[in-house]
């Protein structure tokens, strides 16, 4: 069984840089790929960001190209999702995954409990 614990989310301003952490404990984690969704309210749960399990391949929502990167330390047992010029519209509750494969392939099977990002001026 894998748990993840996410942190790092907060209150930002519009344009601001922030860093989301995913801890990841119980289970052999550096076989599995990685993801982090986000659900903001009245909304259903989106994809943001898929890592494989050795971190050479990456994938990234058309809505966080070039602004948003996941990445991983294996060696830590952690996931990271570095987001830059952050706006109004990424406000919501943002989740770590893993998947039951080294790839991002079919729906998680791990969920973290979610951690809060509003942006707000």
């Known amino acids: 069984q894998v748990q993840l614990v996410e942190s790092g989310g907060a209150l930002v301003q519009p344009g601001d840089s922030l860093r989301l952490s995913c801890a990841a404990s119980?289970?052999?984690?550096?076989?599995?790929?990685m993801g982090w969704f986000r659900q903001a309210p009245g909304k259903e749960r989106e994809f943001v960001a898929a890592?494989?399990?050795?971190?050479?391949?990456?994938v990234h929502a058309d809505s966080v190209k070039g602004r948003f990167t996941i990445s991983r330390v294996n060696a830590k047992r952690m996931v990271y999702l570095q987001m830059n010029n952050l706006q109004p519209e990424d406000t919501a509750v943002y989740y770590c995954?893993?998947?039951?494969?080294?790839?991002?392939?079919?729906?998680?099977?791990?969920w973290g409990q979610g951690t809060q990002v509003t942006v707000s001026s």
């Open positions: 890592i494989s399990w050795a971190g050479g391949s990456t």
């Open positions: 119980g289970g052999p984690i550096s076989s599995y790929a």
């Open positions: 995954a893993a998947y039951a494969g080294c790839s991002a392939n079919g729906p998680p099977v791990y």
